[in-house]
């Protein structure tokens, strides 16, 4: 079976507009690219990009995005992405002076969601006016472990509920890392996605084996699929190859991990 680019899995090459795509993936997982591959993509399709960073220091998030041939300092010269970046405000108390990077001046659940509201609806808004936006939540974790899980999921809930109405083109990612929430989180989040795509990585004394399994997506003719998944030097940096559920590719015996 010949290799494929991480797009080629999606009907027509990329997601429906409008959905909310949910990646889960665990600790030791290289599915983290993904996400820089589809900002790369928005970007390069010139998608106004919007991402709310709770996971990690901006210039952290910035080398993750070169790893992937992705240069976020120019996109945000250009005006093709803008980054609330939630956990310098939270934990560094001061920020970059970047074009396109924002700061909250508190970040407490009870009006985050109304302060992040402010930057799109009064700073971006025309910039998501456009058919064409992806909006990200780098990560709905790291959301977890700042603001508590039963906070982000109902602040989740009012994101996803006004941005579909608000919204209704853009394309919203939610990535999230399975190890650090609840199997109530990752069941919440898969519920409100339109399609979900989960990660999967064994760990064995001479190799690593990676899947990507697409569990969901918004189409009558959609039949579940799995992937042995290859990180890459190269342009693609991701590669798939579909695979069939035999014995030798189930998850291995508790020990083995």
Do not use: A, H, Q, W
């Given at each position: 079976m010949a290799k494929m680019d991480l797009f080629e899995i999606f009907k027509g090459g990329e997601p429906a507009q409008g959905t909310n795509i949910a990646a889960i993936y665990d600790a030791y997982s290289s599915a983290w690219q993904i996400l820089f591959l589809f900002l790369r993509k928005a970007v390069e399709n010139d998608y106004f990009t919007v991402v709310s960073n709770y996971s990690v220091p901006?210039?952290?998030?910035?080398r993750r995005g070169r790893s992937v041939g992705l240069d976020l300092e120019k996109a945000l010269r250009e005006e093709k992405i803008s980054i609330i970046?939630?956990?310098?405000s939270r934990y560094a108390k001061l920020g970059y002076n970047l074009p396109g990077v924002f700061y909250l001046d508190r970040v407490e659940p009870e009006?985050?969601?109304?302060?992040?509201?402010?930057?799109?609806?009064?700073i971006l808004e025309e910039k998501l006016r456009s058919e064409k936006s992806l909006r990200m939540i780098h990560t709905l974790d790291g959301a977890a472990v700042m603001l508590g899980e039963d906070n982000t999921l109902r602040l989740l809930n009012q994101t996803v509920a006004t941005k579909s109405v608000r919204s209704q083109n853009s394309n919203l990612i939610l990535p999230v890392n399975a190890d650090m929430v609840s199997r109530r989180f990752v069941a919440w989040v898969s519920n409100l996605s339109d399609y979900v795509l989960l990660a999967k990585s064994w760990i064995h004394e001479d190799h690593i084996k990676e899947f990507l399994y697409l569990l969901k997506a918004p189409h009558a003719d959609f039949e579940p699929a799995v992937y042995s998944m290859?990180?890459?030097?190269?342009?693609?940096r991701v590669t798939l190859e579909r695979v069939g559920l035999t014995p030798e590719l189930r998850p291995p015996a508790e020990e083995e991990r």
């Open positions: 901006l210039m952290s998030f910035m970046d939630v956990f310098g009006t985050i969601n109304p302060r992040v509201d402010k930057i799109y609806y009064e290859t990180v890459e030097r190269g342009r693609k």
